[in-house]
């Protein structure tokens, strides 16, 4: 069954730090661009972050540059969120997904999707 896994996320107090992880089960990740997306209730998904297949190239969304930063590991077949200097705003429901294009903001680009995992920040 081809799938991605996500791990991590939870509460945290602003501030702080939390890091996702997305391994693909049944298939390599090595030739797609993976992409963070994240829903907040009562609004729309919304990308946060990609990285093309191989590293080369990463993009984030303005509200987030400078406090994430994405990753991967090939060998691993795993992707990383690594998410600093978390605000409230930042508390939403994450998801990974794996496009066999090229990074979009267009979730329909994407071909597989993680589960999702909730982000909550808050004191």
């Known amino acids: 069954q081809l799938q991605l896994v996500q791990s991590g996320g939870g509460l945290v107090q602003p501030g702080g730090s939390l890091r996702l992880s997305c391994a693909a089960s049944g298939f390599t990740l090595d030739y797609y661009a993976i992409g963070w997306f994240r829903q907040a209730p009562g609004k729309e998904r919304e990308g946060v972050s990609c990285?093309?297949?191989?590293?080369?190239?990463?993009n984030y969304a303005d509200s987030v540059k400078g406090r994430f930063t994405i990753s991967r590991d090939n060998a691993k077949n795993t992707v990383y969120l690594q998410m600093n200097s978390l605000k409230p705003e930042d508390t939403a429901v994450y998801y990974c997904?794996?496009?066999?294009?090229?990074?979009?903001?267009?979730?329909?680009?994407?071909?597989?999707w993680g589960q999702g995992t909730q982000v909550t920040v808050s004191s």
């Open positions: 990285i093309s297949s191989r590293g080369g190239y990463t």
């Open positions: 997904a794996a496009s066999a294009y090229v990074c979009s903001q267009t979730p329909l680009r994407y071909n597989y």
